[in-house]
């Protein structure tokens, strides 16, 4: 699975974009595993509003049909 998230490290959100797959959900949490965001986008590009996070880093679990992966994000 092939995703992209930019621009990253960000100030305010991110976009995340799917190679070919829909992305059916994405799950954002932080550096502790603490859920902080979950969108169910149905589509192929994402944007995730990260302006009411803290600085820090993130990670974002991103399902498809056929799996799932994650990404870094860096909140700046």
Do not use: C, H
Not at 3 to 22: L, V
Not at 47 to 64: M, P
């Amino acid at each position: 699975l092939e995703f992209r998230a930019y621009p990253n490290p960000t100030q305010d959100n991110w976009t995340i974009k799917s190679k070919d797959q829909k992305i059916s959900s994405v799950k954002v949490y932080d550096i502790l595993g603490k859920q902080v965001l979950s969108i169910s986008p149905n589509s192929r590009e994402v944007r995730v509003d990260g302006s009411d996070l803290n600085t820090g880093l993130y990670f974002a679990q991103i399902k498809t049909e056929i799996g799932s992966s994650s990404v870094k994000l860096v909140k700046q």
